[in-house]
């Protein structure tokens, strides 16, 4: 069946907390002592979340208390005549002690210092790049901020200056970390470790960052490599915390090779220096067949995880990974590497139902 | 859409006048038949460097149907470029093609404005699918160039009725010949280009008689056939043997798919007939 | 200019998408077969203000609407003092249409009404729609007056892909649950309605052996393989790119006489475009051998931004394409759409299921 | 450098040169299939590759730094068929152009010719300050190097940002070559930094080129 064409489903049944949400704002709205029963809401909405089953959802303008112990944080704000915090964004409360906070159901990412994040080329400037991250500005990678073939620790010439662009042009993605950032929200990239750099052998796809539950999360690995299915080999995958997601052939980390080599051979510069050659190569490796295939499910498994409103960190994508490659081998005739739709549904709901 | 930069007369509030004398009576109903074999396409004049303050230029004129009062093809293509690109436009490894193509306000029967409505806009998407796929756009980085393209006379009777749906028709005949004009400028202009391009077109039309079975002819003309069931345009590139744009109209059956890969056939042998003088009029150029 | 024309995407990503788009089969980035398309949400009739309406939306959020009115207008260019008395299969014959009788305009979020590619995507679609020339005939109420049908086809979401399938398949949705009031005058007099919207005739009427609007669908071809529904990453790495408009002819007789296959529905070639494929205007990857940054023979090289050299293919670095299509490739598209039992049917089998309100 | 083998005739885009295992493709050519084709309308030439390096000082066009340097490579060029070829600035031609703009860090030029080819369309340009002179880099300023009409002899260093090529005047021989004075007079050099105007005898600081 090449298309399939539905009717449209009232409400999403993997969050639900829609009912929970709109007894809520309900009695806001009825009563006139709402705040009250909210206060009391909170940290029954915490201690429901402990059991990962569900949300409150505020929205804009909605009182979330009027009692002066809360302090507000991000998403909130205090109306100048009241003292009530009100919520300035739909999404989640969440409350740290007495400070209460929104985190918003959707949102761009804001960058934070320390974020690894993939990033594409959008302007190539005199001296620095501008790079897509998927914030409300773009990022800048100044050229000091890079590593130089030939040597890590090579001075930066004016030569460089002059071919900035044979470095990254527009369009090239690369990973990096967030080393700054401007009191406007702007961000400062750096690529000065051998784990950063140009992305190639591979695919990109970009989901929502940091949302209400769904995208990719902050989490204690961003980047990891794992063994494929059907003798794909191992690939890597890169997890920006900005939700943008590179999954590619793994090819040996720079670092793994000196390490491998260091003991071997003599100098380290000069390895150093063979290492580096690749940084900035625009040329894909041989990849084979079966890693195509493998990588084109890794991408299917996220697509399905974020369609289905669910987390996307290293967990449940290796979870996800291995439940698709099983239901393959389950159904019938050629393996379908395809998991959109009603496919990506039974992933989704084989994955929660654990 | 509304001009907003000057104040126009009324728009669309004329109706080109209907004559209905007796000879016009008489030519409506005598169509002037294709004399021309199914396989052959009008003569045409090409010349290049016709204008000297462009980069490069061309004008294409198609012989007329030899009927008073028609009008044959008359284009006048202007190329500016290489030239930089406007100062805030981003970085391009490519040279940045824009086509135009216009009207003149007096070159069909129903006179058009001086904005380009969407027909005009439409054309000048196809030309520039056309052209793209013919030109290196790699070797002029950070350049742009603009192609303009005139039509100062459209191949229009002035009897034939507007309502006819001959209109489509029509475009196409102003596409193949827009390709090959901007073709030739571009030459002249010095843009690498993989080949030679040029617009041909066919149609399979049906005659006036109750069991005339349909044909196909070559460079058709509307006001010489009854009925035209399909056509295409097509833009080609001889030396390489492809197809850099296609636009097909019609209603075709889809147990007659065989007639259909006849007329883009056709279409071909159309636009390698017009790569013909394409060729000789650049060969010119140099002596 | 078309719609998808500002992709950006690396050359590594280019190479990598191509070289996995040319295998046999290929290896499309969302796992999808070559035929398959991406599943649509659907439903007709959303607009109580319209005469028919449809909606269509994607599983990434990219949704259109469609919403159709019609109107009374005079026809223009009447003479209404011919005395002759016709009788009814006079006045059937007479019965003609004019192509300004349906205005069509599409909106893109982002572009202008007046865009290039705007143009093209509308000119595209009331092509299809008036190709046979019987949609306009169906607007016909007398000689002195007819319908003007205004179709207005809005992308709601910003078009995360080239937008031409999902507003064409929306528009025939929209066409099929289109509905016009009964008609209750006779004759060339001042036309009155029957104001019971449950009595209006469907302008497509349903049941089996009818026509249908047409649809128009996007295919595209990397090396020998041919792609349906292709997204943005797809499109930037095609061969070459056609939007190929099918329509359904009642079934009669004689279209499927002397033909010994099973009845299936018979489809009419209407319009064939190509769309410049957003490839050519690609950024080419650099070889490792023509690399300035590519080793420690950086430093050393005199011009590191020389123009590029022309040179053969290198295995795994992205090149724009240039030049156009074989022949052969183009016929194949077409007849790959067309084929019997092959993707036009299945769509519009998928499109038939969708129940009208 | 080498010498041109026989004139050929004339070539039109698309049209077959030879195969590319026999020739080199130079400017105006292109591969399709292993096979050299032209991509411009214009003459063709055969250039036999030059047996030595011989005394070039100039950087000469780049070629593949592959080993089949002894390919002759073929080119199709415009002159001849017509006055006008617009040519782009290329790393490391000379080019002449007039300043139109000072600000404190460069200053912008339009390139009027590139090598010796009078160009059609204008392409900026921009010497940044520290591209003016090769030595003493830290103490130069651009208006004791450049006034708004000077006409610069320099070179492309790079392809630049998207809208000006950067070009450098850090040699004896670039820089400006000619001046007009305030008092509108056009002024001749008299050092390596000064142009003089010959009316009002006042001195004017550039940077001047050295006079071939």
Redesign the interface.
């Known amino acids: 069946m090449p298309i399939t064409i539905t009717a449209p489903k009232a409400v999403r049944p993997s969050y639900a907390a829609a009912d929970n949400a709109s007894d809520d704002s309900d009695s806001d709205a009825s009563s006139d002592n709402g705040a009250a029963d909210l206060e009391g809401d909170i940290p029954m909405a915490s201690s429901r979340r402990k059991e990962d089953k569900s949300y409150s959802i505020v929205t804009p303008g909605e009182v979330i208390t009027d009692d002066p112990q809360w302090m507000r944080g991000h998403g909130t704000f205090v109306s100048p005549s009241t003292s009530a915090i009100v919520s300035s964004v739909a999404g989640t409360i969440t409350r740290t002690n007495k400070l209460l906070s929104v985190r918003p159901l959707r949102a761009r990412y804001t960058p934070e210092v320390g974020d690894l994040v993939v990033g594409r080329i959008v302007e190539v400037q005199a001296k620095r790049w501008r790079v897509d991250v998927g914030a409300s500005q773009l990022a800048s990678l100044p050229l000091s901020a890079i590593n130089l073939p030939g040597g890590i620790l090579r001075k930066r010439t004016e030569t460089d200056e002059l071919q900035i662009r044979t470095f990254f042009a527009e369009g090239d993605l690369l990973v990096a970390e967030v080393q700054q950032l401007f009191s406007d929200g702007g961000a400062v990239l750096h690529t000065r470790s051998l784990k950063y750099g140009k992305l190639r052998n591979g695919v990109f796809v970009a989901v929502s960052g940091m949302g209400g539950g769904s995208g990719v999360v902050r989490s204690r690995r961003q980047v990891w490599t794992m063994e494929a299915a059907n003798g794909a080999g191992p690939l890597d995958i890169v997890l920006g915390v900005n939700g943008f997601v590179w999954i590619s052939k793994h090819v040996e980390t720079p670092e793994a090779l000196i390490a491998e080599t260091k003991s071997a051979t003599t100098g380290i510069t000069n390895l150093e220096e063979s290492v580096s050659t690749t940084m900035y190569s625009s040329q894909n490796d041989r990849i084979g067949v079966e890693t195509m295939r493998e990588i084109s499910r890794i991408r299917g498994v996220v697509t399905a995880l974020v369609e289905n409103g669910l987390r996307v960190d290293e967990d449940m994508l290796v979870r996800g990974y291995h439940e698709a490659v099983e239901m393959a081998m389950l159904g019938e005739g050629p393996d379908d590497i395809y998991l959109g739709g009603e496919r990506g549904e039974q992933l989704a709901a084989a994955l929660t139902g654990v | 859409m509304a001009d907003r930069r000057r104040v126009n007369g009324p728009v669309g509030a004329t109706i080109p006048p209907v004559f209905e004398d007796e000879d016009v009576q008489v030519q409506a109903t005598q169509r002037t038949t294709r004399s021309r074999a199914p396989n052959g396409i009008r003569k045409m004049y090409l010349k290049t460097g016709v204008t000297p303050s462009a980069s490069g230029s061309a004008y294409l004129e198609i012989e007329t149907s030899g009927k008073d009062g028609v009008s044959g093809l008359k284009l006048s293509c202007t190329v500016h470029g290489p030239r930089s690109l406007p100062r805030l436009s981003p970085f391009s490894p490519h040279i940045i093609l824009s086509t135009h193509v216009k009207f003149a306000p007096f070159a069909t029967k129903q006179r058009r404005g001086y904005l380009r409505d969407p027909s005009e806009r439409d054309l000048g998407t196809h030309l520039e699918a056309a052209l793209r796929g013919a030109i290196i756009a790699d070797r002029w980085p950070k350049s742009g160039v603009d192609i303009i393209i005139s039509i100062i006379e459209g191949d229009q009777g002035r009897e034939t009725s507007g309502a006819q749906g001959d209109d489509t028709w029509d475009m196409m005949n102003a596409l193949s010949g827009c390709i090959t004009v901007a073709s030739a400028a571009l030459a002249d202009a010095g843009i690498d280009c993989v080949d030679t391009v040029a617009g041909g077109v066919a149609a399979l039309v049906r005659g006036s008689g109750e069991n005339d079975t349909a044909r196909i002819v070559i460079d058709p003309i509307p006001s010489e056939h009854e009925r035209i069931e399909a056509a295409c345009c097509i833009a080609y590139l001889p030396a390489r043997d492809e197809i850099t744009n296609l636009w097909f109209k019609g209603d075709m059956p889809d147990h007659d798919m065989g007639i259909y890969s006849e007329l883009v056939q056709q279409g071909i042998q159309a636009s390698k007939l017009a790569n013909r003088v394409l060729v000789e009029s650049l060969g010119e150029t140099v002596k | 200019m078309a719609p998808n024309q500002h992709v950006l995407l690396s050359p590594a990503e280019l190479a990598y998408l191509h070289e996995a788009l040319s295998l046999t089969p290929p290896i499309r980035p969302d796992g999808r077969a070559p035929t398959q398309f991406r599943p649509l949400v659907a439903e007709t009739e959303i607009l109580p203000g319209t005469n028919g309406s449809a909606r269509i939306c994607f599983a990434d959020g990219t949704e259109a609407i469609v919403g159709v009115k019609a109107e009374v207008e005079r026809t223009r260019g009447y003479h209404g003092d011919d005395e002759e008395e016709g009788g009814e299969e006079k006045r059937e014959q007479e019965r003609e249409g004019q192509d300004e009788w349906v205005e069509l305009t599409v909106e893109i979020p982002g572009y202008r009404e007046d865009d290039a590619s705007t143009a093209f995507l509308a000119a595209m679609l009331s092509e299809a729609l008036l190709a046979d020339g019987g949609f306009a005939k169906k607007l016909w109420i007398n000689r002195r007056f007819h319908w003007k049908l205004f179709l207005d086809i809005i992308l709601i979401s910003p078009p995360l892909s080239y937008p031409l399938p999902l507003l064409s398949l929306t528009t025939h949705l929209a066409l099929l649950s289109t509905r016009l009031p009964r008609l209750k005058s006779e004759g060339d007099e001042d036309p009155f309605f029957d104001d019971d919207w449950a009595a209006a005739p469907y302008l497509y009427p349903q049941g089996t052996a009818t026509t249908r609007p047409p649809i128009t669908l996007l295919v595209m071809a990397v090396g020998r393989n041919i792609i349906f529904d292709p997204t943005k990453e797809e499109l930037a790495v095609a061969d070459v790119v056609l939007a190929v408009s099918v329509g359904e002819a009642a079934t009669d007789a004689s279209s499927t006489k002397g033909k010994g296959k099973a009845p299936g529905r018979s489809l009419r070639l209407l319009s064939v475009r190509t769309v410049d494929p957003p490839s050519r205007v690609t950024p080419p990857g650099v070889p490792n051998a023509t690399n300035s940054a590519y080793g420690i023979a950086a430093s050393a090289q005199k011009q590191p931004e020389a123009r590029t050299v022309e040179a053969q293919a290198v295995e795994g670095v992205w090149r724009a394409p240039r030049g156009g299509a074989k022949p052969a490739v183009m016929a194949a598209l077409v007849q790959k759409v067309l084929e019997r039992g092959g993707v036009a049917d299945e769509v519009l089998d998928a499109l038939d299921a969708v129940e009208l309100g | 450098m080498a010498t041109s083998a026989p004139q050929t005739a004339?070539a039109?885009?698309?049209?077959?040169l030879g195969s590319?295992s026999k020739y080199q493709?130079g400017p105006?050519?292109?591969?399709?299939e292993?096979n050299l084709?032209s991509?411009?309308?214009?003459?063709v030439h055969v250039v036999q590759p030059a047996k030595a390096p011989g005394p070039v000082k100039r950087?000469t066009k780049?070629?593949?730094?592959?080993s089949p340097a002894e390919l002759p490579t073929i080119s199709v060029s415009?002159s001849?068929?017509?006055e006008?070829?617009?040519i782009?600035p290329?790393?490391?031609n000379t080019v002449l152009c007039r300043v139109v703009r000072i600000m404190p860090r460069q200053a912008v030029v339009a390139i009027l010719i590139c090598g010796d080819t009078v160009l059609?369309?204008?392409?900026?340009g921009l010497i940044r300050v520290?591209d003016v002179r090769a030595t003493e880099k830290d103490r130069v300023k651009i208006y004791e190097s450049f006034r708004p009409g000077d006409i610069v002899r320099a070179e492309v260093?790079?392809?630049g940002?998207?809208?000006s090529y950067?070009l450098s005047t850090a040699r004896n021989e670039l820089g400006v070559i000619m001046a007009t004075s305030e008092a509108g007079n056009t002024m001749y050099p008299v050092s390596w930094k000064e142009y003089r105007d010959p009316e009002t005898g006042l001195g004017e600081p550039r940077k001047v080129a050295k006079p071939y």
């Open positions: 004339l039109i885009p698309g049209q077959l590319a493709p105006g050519t292109h591969i399709h292993s084709y991509s411009l309308l214009g003459a950087l780049i070629t593949p730094a592959a415009r001849g068929v017509s006008k070829r617009e782009l290329e790393v490391g059609d369309a204008e392409w900026q520290q260093i790079s392809l940002d998207q809208a950067y």
